[in-house]
C-alpha cells in the first residue's frame, strides 16, 4: 500500500484510500496504546489478532441484521470498509461496573447495572476525548436528536446480540465502545469490536482478558487475543 494514500495513522491502525473512490482500506499494526498514546508497545501478531476478532464479531452483527462498513477481509490483517462519515463520537455501554466508572463514583468493580449505561465521549486526542452529554451534541451541531436516538437504539440492540455471543465462549461482556458513520445518509458501525475495546471477563475466573491485561500489566497481551479468537472460533 502507498504512503500517498495514507488518510489517517491512528493508534491502532492505518487507513487508505482504496480503488474504489467509496471505500477505503484499514490495516491493523502490531501496536498496543494506552492512556491516550502515552503507553505505548510494539507487539508483534496482535494486528493479525484484532481484524480476525473484530471480523468474527461484525459477522455475527451482520447476520443479525446491524448494518456495518465491513465489505470483506483481504487478508489476516487488511480490511476492506465503506468510507463514511464518522460522528465524532465514542460510545460507551456498560453492563458492568469497571474502568472510569468505578473511578468516577467510587463504586464497587464488578457489579452488575440495573440497566445498560450508554456515555458519549467526544473524539479527540488534543484534549482526551471529553465527555459529551446528548444536549451537547445536539447543541453543537455533532448529531441531530433523531440520529443520536438512531445510536443508542443501534447500541443496545449490539449490545443485545453481544451479551449471549460473548457468554457462549464464557465472557462476561462488561462494557464497549462503539462509533458510527453515515453513508449515504444511513447511519452504520464504524471501526473495529476487538477486546482492545471491550472489556471481557473470563465467567468463572473474573480475570480481563481485554486490553486491562496491557493497561494493568496483568500478563501477555497477544497470549490473551489469541485465546479470545480461539474461544469464539471453537465454541
Ligand atoms: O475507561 P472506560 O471505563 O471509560 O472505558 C469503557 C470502555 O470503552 C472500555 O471497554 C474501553 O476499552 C473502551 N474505550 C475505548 N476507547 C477509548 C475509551 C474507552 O475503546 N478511548
Redesign the pocket.
Same mark, same amino acid.
Given at each position: 500500500m502507498t504512503e500517498d494514500k495514507l488518510l489517517y495513522t491512528g493508534k491502532a491502525k492505518n487507513v487508505y484510500q482504496a480503488d474504489n473512490e467509496d471505500e477505503v482500506l484499514i490495516v491493523y499494526k502490531d501496536q498496543a496504546t494506552a492512556l491516550n498514546g502515552k503507553k505505548k508497545e510494539h507487539l508483534p501478531g496482535k494486528g493479525v489478532l484484532d481484524c480476525r476478532i473484530s471480523q468474527v464479531v461484525f459477522d455475527y452483527l451482520i447476520q443479525n441484521g446491524i448494518k456495518t462498513h465491513l465489505v470483506k477481509n483481504i487478508s489476516d490483517h487488511e480490511q476492506l470498509v465503506k468510507k463514511t462519515d464518522v460522528f465524532p463520537l465514542?460510545v460507551?455501554l456498560r453492563n458492568i461496573t469497571?474502568?472510569?466508572?468505578v473511578k468516577k463514583f467510587h463504586v464497587e468493580a464488578g457489579q452488575k447495572l440495573a440497566e445498560p449505561i450508554i456515555e458519549f465521549y467526544y473524539k479527540s486526542d488534543a484534549l482526551d *476525548?471529553p465527555f459529551i452529554n446528548e444536549s451537547q451534541i445536539h447543541a453543537l451541531g455533532i448529531a441531530d436528536k433523531k440520529e443520536l436516538e438512531y445510536i443508542k437504539e443501534m447500541t443496545l440492540k449490539v449490545n443485545d446480540l453481544l451479551v449471549p455471543f460473548f457468554a457462549q465462549s464464557d465472557f462476561d461482556l462488561v462494557?464497549?465502545?462503539l462509533e458510527f458513520g453515515k453513508y449515504n445518509g444511513e447511519i452504520i458501525l464504524v471501526d473495529e469490536f476487538s477486546p *482492545?475495546?471491550?472489556?471481557l471477563w473470563d465467567k468463572t475466573s473474573h480475570h480481563s482478558m481485554d486490553?486491562d491485561v496491557f493497561r494493568k500489566h496483568e500478563g501477555d497481551l497477544v497470549e490473551t487475543y489469541h485465546e479470545v479468537l480461539q474461544r469464539l472460533t471453537t465454541k
Amino acid at each position: 500500500m502507498t504512503e500517498d494514500k495514507l488518510l489517517y495513522t491512528g493508534k491502532a491502525k492505518n487507513v487508505y484510500q482504496a480503488d474504489n473512490e467509496d471505500e477505503v482500506l484499514i490495516v491493523y499494526k502490531d501496536q498496543a496504546t494506552a492512556l491516550n498514546g502515552k503507553k505505548k508497545e510494539h507487539l508483534p501478531g496482535k494486528g493479525v489478532l484484532d481484524c480476525r476478532i473484530s471480523q468474527v464479531v461484525f459477522d455475527y452483527l451482520i447476520q443479525n441484521g446491524i448494518k456495518t462498513h465491513l465489505v470483506k477481509n483481504i487478508s489476516d490483517h487488511e480490511q476492506l470498509v465503506k468510507k463514511t462519515d464518522v460522528f465524532p463520537l465514542e460510545v460507551v455501554l456498560r453492563n458492568i461496573t469497571s474502568g472510569s466508572l468505578v473511578k468516577k463514583f467510587h463504586v464497587e468493580a464488578g457489579q452488575k447495572l440495573a440497566e445498560p449505561i450508554i456515555e458519549f465521549y467526544y473524539k479527540s486526542d488534543a484534549l482526551d *476525548d471529553p465527555f459529551i452529554n446528548e444536549s451537547q451534541i445536539h447543541a453543537l451541531g455533532i448529531a441531530d436528536k433523531k440520529e443520536l436516538e438512531y445510536i443508542k437504539e443501534m447500541t443496545l440492540k449490539v449490545n443485545d446480540l453481544l451479551v449471549p455471543f460473548f457468554a457462549q465462549s464464557d465472557f462476561d461482556l462488561v462494557d464497549f465502545k462503539l462509533e458510527f458513520g453515515k453513508y449515504n445518509g444511513e447511519i452504520i458501525l464504524v471501526d473495529e469490536f476487538s477486546p *482492545d475495546n471491550c472489556r471481557l471477563w473470563d465467567k468463572t475466573s473474573h480475570h480481563s482478558m481485554d486490553k486491562d491485561v496491557f493497561r494493568k500489566h496483568e500478563g501477555d497481551l497477544v497470549e490473551t487475543y489469541h485465546e479470545v479468537l480461539q474461544r469464539l472460533t471453537t465454541k
